[in-house]
Nanobody, 121 residues
Framework: QVQLVESGGGLVQAGGSLRLSCAAS????????MGWFRQAPGKEREFVAA????????DYANDVKGRFTITRENAKKMVYLQMNSLKPEDTAAYYC??????????????WGQGTQVTVSS
C-alpha cells in the first residue's frame, strides 16, 4: 500500500508559479512511476505529467509542456510538480498518483486526495 498526500496548492495570479509536492508513505515508491493529474469543475480528470522510477523518463500533456516540470526524490519518497507561467485554465484540483512499472498515462493504482490550484486572471 502507498499513501499519497499532496501539498503546495493555492491562489496565484496568471503568469505566476507554484510548486506542488507529493509525499508518499507506506511501501517504497522507487519501483513506481508517478504521475500528476488534474480535474477542473465540470470536467473529467486529465493527465498532466508522469515520471519513471529513476527520473530519467518524463511525459507531459501538450498544454503544460514547457511550463511544468515533474521531478522526484526517491530517498525522501517525494514527487514534485513545478508549475510556471500559470494560466487561468490551469485552475483545478491536482492529484498525485502512483503505478507500478513504466511511465504511462493510465493504470494508476494509488491516488492522493488532491490539492487545489486557482489561477486568477
Amino acid at each position: 500500500q502507498v499513501q499519497l498526500v499532496e501539498s503546495g496548492g493555492g491562489l496565484v495570479q496568471a503568469g505566476g508559479s507554484l510548486r506542488l509536492s507529493c509525499a508518499a508513505s507506506g511501501r517504497a515508491i522507487s519501483d513506481s512511476a508517478m504521475g500528476w493529474f488534474r480535474q477542473a469543475p465540470g470536467k473529467e480528470r486529465e493527465f498532466v505529467a508522469a515520471i519513471n522510477w529513476s527520473g530519467g523518463t518524463t511525459d507531459y500533456a501538450n498544454d503544460v509542456k514547457g511550463r511544468f516540470t515533474i521531478t522526484r526524490e526517491n530517498a525522501k519518497k517525494m514527487v514534485y510538480l513545478q508549475m510556471n507561467s500559470l494560466k487561468p485554465e490551469d485552475t483545478a484540483a491536482y492529484y498525485c498518483a502512483a503505478r507500478l512499472g513504466y511511465v504511462d498515462r493510465n493504470g494508476y493504482r494509488y491516488w492522493g486526495q488532491g490539492t487545489q490550484v486557482t489561477v486568477s486572471s
